[in-house]
């Protein structure tokens, strides 16, 4: 049976995340979220995806984004998904040892300026309840602490302004 087709049409906010298979730690050191920062870098520079928001976890990661032209999210979260496996195990030495992602990344459309900020505010807050951090903006691995993410609303994400 055929894997279900991904809503990815130019334009649209997703809420896109992937974690570790067997749940397991896929950032185990600072370097490897450092890692991990440059990895979706490359990806703008391949695809056509804006970023609003984002979290790096030890065991997954959070993504907040709109592809701006239709294949682009699948296209440019393959591209994270290979290109950060292939460095976890060459750092690691564990090729041929397993996958590291349990599965093919997950994505949730986003529906209105309501759901945009719920989704943002959970991706944001995930380090505090995780209890990594008694700050969410503490966090160093995701967008909060980073002044460069500033969004509006959903609306002005689509119209491409924020």
């Known amino acids: 049976m055929p894997r279900p087709s991904r809503a990815d049409e130019a334009g649209g906010l997703h809420h ?3 974690r570790g298979n067997l ?4 950032f185990h050191e600072d370097e490897d979220f450092a890692a991990f920062e440059r990895i979706p870098h490359g990806g703008f520079q391949r695809h056509q995806v804006q970023l609003f928001s984002y979290q790096r976890m030890p065991h997954h990661y959070h993504l907040v984004l709109r592809p701006l032209a239709d294949g682009e999210m699948s296209r440019f979260m393959g591209w994270v998904g290979g290109t950060h496996t292939m460095r976890y195990h060459a750092h690691y030495h564990t090729s041929g040892q397993g996958h590291v992602y349990q599965q093919r990344y ?13 989704v943002c505010r ?10 990594l951090v008694s700050r969410a903006e503490d966090w160093r691995w995701g967008s909060l602490s980073n002044s460069r993410f500033t969004f509006r609303s959903h609306s002005d994400a689509v119209a491409g302004s924020a």
């Open 16 to 18: 896109a995340l992937n």
């Open 23 to 26: 749940r397991a730690e896929i």
């Open 122 to 131: 959970y991706v944001e807050r995930n380090a505090l309840r995780a209890g």
């Open 106 to 118: 997950k994505s949730f459309p986003i529906q209105d300026d309501a759901h945009f900020f719920v």
